[in-house]
């Protein structure tokens, strides 16, 4: 298996609840290098899939138990849009244990992300005492997290 560092330098406007990217790093150790290109595209898609698993994809049912994410209209994923320019970064390491050396590759993307994300907004949120503890950080739950730690009435949306 591959090993990964990933960096998110976000910013949240603490009036809305979005998280913004200023930097993403994303450096990973996947063997020998046989085709690079190749990698970094398995890289940037794992950790957009990431960020989706971070700042917006969610199951949701109410109280009765019934789906409402049942649509892409209600279950959000991001986009080319959402995504930020990634820097990567590679470190070959070859594995004594597979034909040429080589180990995973994009899949570590996906796993990195959500905790290097929530770690970037636990700072950014820092001065309002808030920590990150459910994902995905939606704006609304960051809202009702500022809200919680000034003591303020939440609508309940923090989760």
């Known amino acids: 298996m591959g090993q990964a560092c990933h960096i998110a330098v976000v910013e ?31 890289i940037i898609g794992g950790t957009v899939q990431g960020i989706g698993t971070a700042l917006m994809e969610e199951f949701v049912y109410d109280a009765d138990g019934g789906f409402h994410s049942g649509t892409y209209h209600d279950y959000v994923m991001p986009s080319a849009i959402e995504a930020p320019e990634i820097v990567i970064g590679h470190v070959e390491t070859p594995s004594p244990y597979t034909p040429h050396g080589i180990k995973g590759g994009g899949e570590a993307g996906r796993m990195m992300a959500p905790g290097a994300i929530s770690a970037a907004i636990d700072d950014a949120l820092a001065p309002f005492g808030v920590r990150v503890r459910t994902l995905p950080a939606t704006p609304e739950r960051i809202l009702g997290w500022i809200e919680e730690a ?8 923090a989760g």
Not at 20 to 36: E, I, M, Q, R, W
Not at 150 to 157: E, H, T
């Open 150 to 157: 000034a003591g303020l009435p939440s609508d309940g949306a």
């Open 12 to 42: 949240v406007d603490a009036e809305t609840g979005t998280a913004s990217f200023h930097k993403y790093v994303a450096v990973h150790d996947c063997g020998t290098l046989v085709n690079p290109r190749s990698l970094e595209g398995h």
